[in-house]
């Protein structure tokens, strides 16, 4: 569920497409909502017609990317700075998988995450929920943004792409891609993901501090496990050992 700091920066970042904070949650039964009040949450539901709201009235297909790319001061909290003190950029993407659930965006807990390494590649899978329907592609695509643009963030390097694969049909603003993604675009994929070279694992944030890391990151796992009380915690971690499990290979008996 997306905190409702998250929920005014979304608000006013959608005024650059002349959207209003009440056409925006129009329907979502949040419109009579302070906007300076930030405490609470959305529930899941107003979490997509949110989402539902922002594609319709921007009338830009790519609105995942931009969003992506555009991150809010209010994606900290216990989660941003989990990440920033860490030691490595592996870490930090550990982290992040650890902590998807939470992560304040759009399409947080709509998606999955989880890294592998293949020979000198690190891959990031991306899985979403089958049940997105129209918003699958949104999700993706904010998530694919959010990757690169958090990675610059946290590392000051751009983030050593070979390739991002989308496991959708290339869509109506496919050349978009090539402003945002300095590699190739491949859709039709088995399964959405980043690549990159797995030598930036090892890239040292500046910001590290490991006794922050470790009291943030407690933080942020308490945290998750509060929301996974509210969502079938057991399925949840399931879920997430699977995906893991089937990108490095292990057979179904494994």
């Not at 949450?41 to 992506?68: C, F, H, K, W, Y």
């Not at 870490?91 to 650890?98: H, L, P, Q, Y």
């Amino acid at each position: 569920m997306i905190s409702m700091s998250h929920l005014a920066g979304v608000c006013e970042f959608m005024r650059s497409y002349r959207v209003s904070r009440q056409q925006l949650l129009l329907g979502t039964g949040l419109e009579s909502i302070d906007s300076t009040n930030f405490s609470g949450r959305m529930t899941e539901t107003q979490q997509l017609l949110l989402i539902r709201n922002a594609l319709q009235l921007s009338g830009d297909p790519g609105l995942g990317l931009v969003l992506g790319f555009n991150p809010h001061v209010s994606t900290l909290e216990s989660y941003g700075f989990a990440i920033m003190r860490c030691q490595t950029y592996g870490e930090a993407i550990r982290v992040g998988c650890e902590c998807q659930g939470r992560l304040e965006r759009c399409s947080g807990g709509l998606l999955q995450l989880s890294m592998h390494q293949e020979g000198r590649e690190a891959v990031i899978d991306i899985e979403a929920r089958a049940d997105l329907g129209e918003l699958l592609m949104f999700a993706v695509e904010e998530m694919l943004g959010s990757i690169v643009a958090s990675t610059r963030w946290v590392t000051g390097q751009a983030l050593p792409l070979r390739e991002i694969r989308c496991a959708y049909p290339p869509p109506a603003h496919a050349e978009v891609y090539r402003r945002y993604f300095s590699c190739p675009v491949s859709f039709d994929a088995v399964r959405a993901q980043v690549r990159f070279d797995a030598a930036f694992l090892h890239a040292r944030l500046p910001t590290a501090t490991a006794d922050a890391s470790s009291t943030h990151l407690t933080q942020c796992k308490k945290r998750v496990h509060e929301s996974d009380n509210h969502q079938d915690g057991l399925v949840t971690q399931v879920r997430a050992q699977i995906i893991s499990a089937v990108a490095t290979g292990l057979s179904l008996e494994q």
